[in-house]
């Protein structure tokens, strides 16, 4: 069933039905490497059906619901995902930071965000061994939250200069969830690209890039629309650093979370930021998993990365 402008909320209005698109899918395979960055180069994304099987997700999904249940975030069952709209993680956590790490390595969550699934996906499209940077952005979104427009540029440019981000839905995640969306073109935006490139890749800051005061004014300014589409549980939505995204606000009748991951990946070959892996990652800041927005109770507000 087409999305419609109703059902499709950003910075808390309707986007208008001239202003949205829905993303195109890209069918994969091993054998499809050409196709895929012939397709990347062009639109900026790919949109990758059913990639990872719904056991494993649900396995995923269940794992990291149950460590918001324990802290009274998430009602049970862990798995629908409904928020209690309280919280006691700040009381019951020593460490936010500590926490939010051990949520964000659990095997079951690693078996789909790093493992053999998405590797080869990412094998194919770079044409070459892949792998990921082991820091990963968990991002359980709450009704009233989003993501704001921006770049991944410059946050992982240190390494090398071919990384992609991997989104991938953890559940499904319908467009009134706060679905991911990408701004149609925006990889040519040379004018907004070129300023972020001379960012000092070395500084721990984290720098505020396009973050936008109006999505939908900003996209009738360039003459482009915001893409979006109904993420089903196991979908993955790969993208370069110079593609302009967010997500919707999620206005769930329900109650329910977005429960949504995005790890960076890059040729094995290439040089990796040091930031992003190991045991103990530091994160863009030095401040490791506690620099995240997911290290923060669900009952903060936040409209940011």
Not at 24 to 53: F, H, K, P
């Amino acid at each position: 069933m087409p999305i419609t402008h109703t059902d499709c909320l950003i910075q808390g209005q309707p986007i208008p039905s001239d202003v949205l698109g829905e993303l195109n899918e890209t069918r994969w395979s091993a054998e499809s490497g050409n196709q895929m960055r012939g397709r990347l180069a062009e639109d900026g994304y790919l949109l990758l059906r059913s990639v990872i099987g719904l056991d494993d997700v649900s396995a995923a999904r269940q794992e990291v619901f149950e460590r918001l249940v324990e802290v009274d975030e998430i009602k049970p069952p862990a798995i629908d995902g409904i928020a209690t709209g309280t919280s006691r993680r700040a009381e019951l956590v020593e460490d936010l930071g500590d926490f939010w790490q051990s949520v964000s390595e659990g095997p079951r969550l690693r078996g789909v965000s790093h493992g053999t699934r998405i590797e080869s996906v990412m094998t194919a499209i770079f044409g070459e061994p892949a792998r990921a940077h082991d820091y990963m952005f968990l991002r359980p979104s709450v009704v009233g939250r989003a993501t704001r427009l921006h770049y991944d540029l410059p946050f992982f440019g240190r390494g090398s200069q071919r990384v992609l981000t991997v989104w991938t839905a953890l559940g499904d995640v319908p467009v009134c969830d706060g679905s991911l969306v990408i701004v149609e073109g925006s990889h040519r935006f040379d004018d907004l690209i070129e300023p972020i490139r001379q960012i000092d890749y070395q500084s721990k800051d984290s720098p505020q890039v396009q973050m936008m005061d109006d999505a939908v004014e900003f996209s009738r300014q360039r003459q482009t629309r915001l893409l979006t589409a109904d993420f089903r549980a196991g979908d993955l939505i790969v993208f370069t650093m110079t593609t302009l995204h967010g997500t919707l606000d999620n206005h769930s009748s329900i109650g329910r979370a977005r429960l949504s991951c995005d790890v960076r990946w890059q040729p094995a070959a290439d040089p990796i930021d040091p930031r992003y892996i190991g045991p103990n990652p530091a994160g863009t800041t030095g401040a490791g998993y506690g620099e995240l927005n997911g290290a923060k109770p669900l009952t903060e507000d936040w409209h940011t990365r």
